[in-house]
Nanobody
Framework: QVQLVESGGGLVQPGGSLRLSCAASGFTLDYYAIGWFRQAPGKEREGVSCINSSDGSTYYADSVKGRFTISRDNAKNTVYLQMNSLKPEDTAVYYC???????????????WGQGTQVTVSS
């Protein structure tokens, strides 16, 4: 069964850190770009970060540049999102997605995870 499973979410105080994981099963991530998205209550889903399969190049939304780092471990079939200096406005459900595409261009993702909640609050 093909699926993506996110983990690592939780409640953290402002300024804290979390590392999200996106583990694939039923297919290999090697040939897929992986994107992280988030959706806060009452807001549209937004792209947070993306990592290409071809050269590992990475992309970040302006709102998270310098604070979040995306990485991939193809041997573990997993992609990570390290989130530092978290702010209350980072609170959202975070989703990962896999697609045969380039992060720099619009494209459709083939697989989506179920999401993991991140709450930043004191």
């Amino acid at each position: 069964q093909v699926q993506l499973v996110e983990s690592g979410g939780g409640l953290v105080q402002p300024g804290g850190s979390l590392r999200l994981s996106c583990a694939a099963s039923g297919f290999t991530l090697d040939y897929y770009a992986i994107g992280w998205f988030r959706q806060a209550p009452g807001k549209e889903r937004e792209g947070v970060s993306c990592i290409n399969s071809s050269d590992g190049s990475t992309y970040y939304a302006d709102s998270v540049k310098g604070r979040f780092t995306i990485s991939r471990d193809n041997a573990k079939n997993t992609v990570y999102l390290q989130m530092n200096s978290l702010k209350p406005e980072d609170t959202a459900v975070y989703y990962c997605a896999a697609g045969i595409l380039d992060c720099s261009a619009p494209g459709d993702y083939d697989y989506w995870g179920q999401g993991t909640q991140v709450t930043v609050s004191s």
